[in-house]
């Protein structure tokens, strides 16, 4: 897609590759970390960014707040952070 993303234009089939694109992200980042306890996390923060209208840069958040709480609940940190 290009442009934004809007609310009322994106269907939850058209997240899923978002989705699995960060959750690939996290895994590589991550690999010590089950990979169902990183889809729970990315789940929990697109569903926090949901209602947002402007949908462009959701994946770039999810992302981090997952990254962080990773790192928070697995006692980590990464030099690039």
């Given at each position: 897609m290009t442009g934004p993303l809007h609310t009322d234009n994106v269907t939850d089939a058209a997240k899923e590759p978002s989705i699995d694109q960060?959750?690939?992200?996290?895994?590589?980042?991550?690999?010590?970390?089950?990979?169902?306890?990183?889809?729970?996390?990315?789940?929990?923060?697109?569903?926090?960014?949901?209602?947002?209208?402007?949908?462009?840069f959701i994946p770039t958040l999810v992302e981090r707040g997952a990254r962080v709480r990773i790192q928070r609940e697995f006692g980590l940190s990464t030099a690039s952070d």
């Open positions: 960060v959750v690939d992200r996290l895994v590589t980042r991550f690999p010590h970390v089950p990979r169902l306890h990183i889809v729970w996390i990315v789940g929990e923060e697109f569903e926090a960014l949901d209602e947002g209208r402007i949908r462009t």
